[in-house]
């Protein structure tokens, strides 16, 4: 909380309200709550690609084409060959651009991927080193002068990246992933951010996003995240029925304790928002429970009950359905 109010007074309020929300929605409902059915999912994914890969039903022909053995169908024109297997070429593997063969060893080495990566890691120290010294107002000059040429540089080598990788896989193979995409993504908007009048503004956040190419360092991070971001479909509608659940509930609030005297909580819609979504991050939720009881009831028993049985049940909805 304490952070929260210390950015809203550093920077536009707005932009603080959309990253804590998103922040403590994603780790409190995303992370916490999806994590071990995620590996439970991601585990046993991996026990049937091992399963495929002990069997040897995959191999690749003279030029290089990936091959794999399937049971052919039954519905086959031939007789004889009906319940038989069948040797079909899969060109997954195959490059689609232009370069020579040398390029292509080069792209798929691991001794070009861990230099990459190795830059991604340096340009994030550099960024992360950055400071502002009041007594010394010179030598921060200098040194900020210094991050922002050698931004320059890695801006250039990326997008080089970008544009060696699309010179070896095509731009059709090279737009199939997804992490080509954000590659290119950044690259773009990088290019933009090493201007000089568009250096250290909104652009910045193109600098900051490319340390989340790190997680290519483990395959298994890399596939933890495909899993979590990968089926977009899927995750859209469980945040699409939260925040719908989240907004009908902060509705229904609002109409039952916007009357109510020295309640601060349900005053208006955002603030009425701001403590069903506290409640259902299940942080402090006692607290909101307690100030409606309280000023709600005040000498009725009865009302008192009915405010806290109203939480109670928002609160084991909330938990037991909405984040599991």
């Given at each position: 909380?304490?952070?929260?109010?210390?950015?809203?007074?550093?920077?536009?309020?707005?932009?603080?309200?959309?990253?804590?929300?998103?922040?403590?929605?994603?780790?409190?409902?995303?992370?916490?709550?999806?994590?071990?059915?995620?590996?439970?999912?991601?585990?046993?994914?991996?026990?049937?690609?091992?399963?495929?890969?002990?069997?040897?039903?995959?191999?690749?022909?003279?030029?290089?084409?990936?091959?794999?053995?399937?049971?052919?169908?039954?519905?086959?024109?031939s007789n004889?060959?009906?319940?038989?297997?069948?040797?079909?070429?899969?060109?997954?593997?195959?490059?689609?651009?232009?370069?020579?063969?040398?390029?292509?060893?080069?792209?798929?080495?691991?001794?070009?991927?861990?230099?990459?990566?190795?830059?991604?890691?340096?340009?994030?120290?550099?960024?992360?080193?950055?400071?502002?010294?009041?007594?010394?107002?010179?030598?921060?000059?200098?040194?900020?002068?210094?991050?922002?040429?050698?931004?320059?540089?890695?801006?250039?080598i990326f997008?080089?990246?970008?544009?060696?990788?699309?010179?070896?896989?095509?731009?059709?193979?090279?737009?199939?992933?997804?992490?080509?995409?954000?590659?290119?993504?950044?690259?773009?908007?990088?290019?933009?951010?090493?201007?000089?009048?568009?250096?250290?503004?909104?652009?910045?956040?193109?600098?900051?996003?490319?340390?989340?190419?790190?997680?290519?360092?483990?395959?298994?991070?890399?596939?933890?995240?495909?899993?979590?971001?990968?089926?977009?479909?899927?995750?859209?509608?469980?945040?699409?029925?939260?925040?719908?659940?989240?907004?009908?509930?902060?509705?229904?609030?609002?109409?039952?304790?916007?009357?109510?005297?020295?309640?601060?909580?349900?005053?208006?819609?955002?603030?009425?928002?701001?403590?069903?979504?506290?409640?259902?991050?299940?942080?402090?939720w006692v607290?909101?429970?307690?100030?409606?009881?309280?000023?709600?009831?005040?000498?009725?028993?009865?009302?008192?009950?009915?405010?806290?049985?109203?939480?109670?049940?928002?609160?084991?909805?909330?938990?037991?359905?909405?984040?599991?």
């Amino acid at each position: 909380t304490q952070s929260t109010w210390g950015t809203m007074d550093a920077m536009q309020p707005w932009k603080s309200y959309i990253y804590f929300f998103t922040m403590i929605f994603f780790l409190a409902w995303l992370v916490k709550n999806v994590f071990i059915a995620v590996i439970i999912e991601t585990f046993a994914e991996i026990r049937v690609q091992f399963q495929q890969i002990w069997g040897l039903n995959r191999i690749l022909d003279d030029e290089g084409n990936s091959q794999k053995l399937i049971p052919m169908s039954s519905t086959s024109h031939s007789n004889s060959n009906a319940g038989g297997w069948q040797l079909v070429t899969m060109d997954d593997n195959k490059p689609a651009g232009f370069a020579p063969i040398l390029f292509q060893r080069l792209l798929q080495s691991n001794v070009f991927h861990i230099s990459m990566l190795g830059l991604v890691f340096l340009d994030a120290a550099l960024a992360a080193s950055t400071s502002y010294e009041i007594n010394d107002e010179e030598e921060t000059a200098k040194y900020n002068e210094f991050l922002y040429y050698a931004q320059v540089v890695f801006t250039i080598i990326f997008v080089l990246e970008a544009l060696f990788k699309i010179y070896c896989l095509g731009f059709t193979g090279y737009i199939k992933r997804n992490l080509h995409k954000f590659e290119l993504f950044l690259a773009i908007g990088n290019s933009f951010h090493i201007c000089k009048k568009l250096y250290h503004t909104q652009f910045t956040y193109f600098q900051v996003l490319r340390v989340v190419r790190l997680i290519k360092i483990s395959p298994v991070t890399e596939e933890f995240v495909s899993k979590i971001f990968g089926p977009g479909k899927k995750l859209g509608t469980l945040v699409v029925f939260s925040l719908t659940t989240l907004t009908l509930t902060s509705a229904i609030s609002l109409q039952l304790f916007c009357h109510v005297e020295a309640l601060s909580q349900f005053a208006t819609f955002p603030l009425a928002f701001m403590s069903m979504f506290q409640i259902l991050t299940q942080e402090g939720w006692v607290d909101v429970m307690d100030a409606a009881m309280w000023r709600s009831g005040k000498d009725s028993t009865v009302t008192k009950a009915f405010v806290a049985l109203y939480f109670i049940l928002y609160h084991l909805f909330a938990t037991v359905i909405v984040l599991r």
